[in-house]
């Protein structure tokens, strides 16, 4: 879908009675539903002593770079191998495009095979959280889940099965965000194995740790401000679009996201109508239910209703996202999520165009994590 080829007169969000607070788990992607998988299944634990006299602390600033800097126990019997650092030479940088090996760990030979632990790195240069980033993993790699944990947006653990050379291991993973980086342990155990191995394996991933932590953002953002009335921040990736503003009643703008050809990855439009005028929000979201227009495409069911923080400047949020279903089956599946938010001085209705997220989920996770960073930090003061 080309940018020219969207055609909206209100170019927002149909709400059915306004909004629908019932929520509806209807999260698929690639067969994988999100509210279906389990969480880590509990895994009794030595005592720490006894742990420890069984393993040995590694710790280590991989590249030099602080956001990498890390402490993992391992088994004693376990030897190390390569290990990545700028003193010895190597590019003081981790790769952009895929994850790249800074530390390996390899257990005893066995006939078959051996467990191994392996931590990695990618440069993060878009808003994601921990869930999205593995979510996408796990997708393009066809892996079988069988336990997840979200501990907070920049923190994750899983267990999937992970087969190599016609041999299935069961795999710990962590992965944490740390500022632009993404850092990824992952603990392999070959399934033969893995009921002799499974306390150690979890006790080692949980004594994984990164060690200069920090709550630094991923991408740098920039602020919109409707002139002094209200602002929002959205990240430097996306592209603004804003019209002169003619009157304080009613602003508008809009960023995007574009491909190399030109092709819409995501659009996001905000609003504001100010109260003092002779509207209410019920009668300014029936305008865009008459108006509501996209070429080639209609607005379908109801997906589900989100909860977003919001700033503390507004009452509240409201979000759903529905089906944009394309007249001809060939075409490319999209979504529209539509948000509600107010306070004493103005309504805001914030709208987001993106790939379904059956359709390109790495594409919607981007998309969905920018909304969230404009929604969040729509503020009538600075």
């Not at 003081?92 to 392996?118: E, H, K, W």
């Not at 066809?142 to 291991?169: F, H, K, P």
Request: hydrophobic share 40%; with cysteine; charged share 25%.
């Amino acid at each position: 879908m080309r940018l020219q080829d969207l055609k909206s007169k209100a170019q927002y969000c149909v709400f059915s009675l306004i909004f629908v607070l019932g929520c509806v788990s209807a999260f698929q992607a690639h067969a994988i539903d999100l509210q279906t998988i389990p969480k880590l299944k509990l895994v009794e634990t030595m005592e720490e002593e006894a742990f420890n006299k069984e393993t040995k602390l590694y710790s280590d600033t991989p590249f030099g770079d602080e956001f990498l800097a890390y402490e993992v126990r391992i088994p004693k019997d376990w030897t190390q191998g390569e290990t990545y650092t700028a003193e010895k030479g190597e590019s003081a940088s981790v790769s952009l495009d895929i994850l790249g090996n800074i530390a390996r760990f390899d257990g005893p030979p066995r006939l078959d095979a051996r467990s191994y632990f392996t931590l990695e790195a990618l440069n993060l240069d878009y808003e994601t959280t921990a869930r999205s980033w593995f979510m996408n993993f796990i997708l393009s790699n066809g892996y079988t889940i069988q336990g997840m944990d979200e501990i907070s947006d920049r923190e994750l653990n899983a267990l999937y099965i992970y087969v190599e050379d016609d041999i299935s291991y069961a795999t710990r993973l962590a992965a944490r965000i740390n500022g632009p980086r993404i850092i990824v342990a992952r603990y392999f155990v070959p399934l033969d194995d893995f009921e002799d191995e499974k306390i150690i394996q979890a006790q080692s991933m949980t004594s994984f740790k990164l060690t200069n932590t920090t709550g630094k953002q991923i991408e740098i953002r920039k602020t919109y401000d409707f002139l002094d009335q209200s602002h929002f921040d959205y990240p430097v990736s996306w592209q603004l679009n804003a019209s002169d503003i003619m009157s304080i009643e009613r602003m508008n703008a809009e960023i995007f996201s574009l491909s190399e050809s030109e092709e819409m990855n995501g659009r996001i439009q905000i609003m504001i109508v100010s109260r003092l005028l002779d509207t209410s929000l019920s009668s300014e979201v029936t305008k865009f239910m008459d108006s509501f227009s996209i070429k080639n495409y209609e607005l379908g069911s109801l997906i589900e209703s989100h909860d977003f923080k919001h700033h503390p400047d507004m009452d509240f949020v409201k979000t759903q996202s529905y089906k944009l279903e394309p007249y001809a089956p060939t075409m490319m599946k999209y979504e529209y999520w539509a948000s509600l938010l107010q306070n004493d001085d103005y309504y805001y209705i914030v709208t987001m165009l993106t790939p379904a997220r059956n359709a390109e989920y790495f594409l919607w996770t981007k998309n969905v994590e920018a909304f969230r960073v404009v929604l969040s930090s729509i503020r009538r003061y600075e």
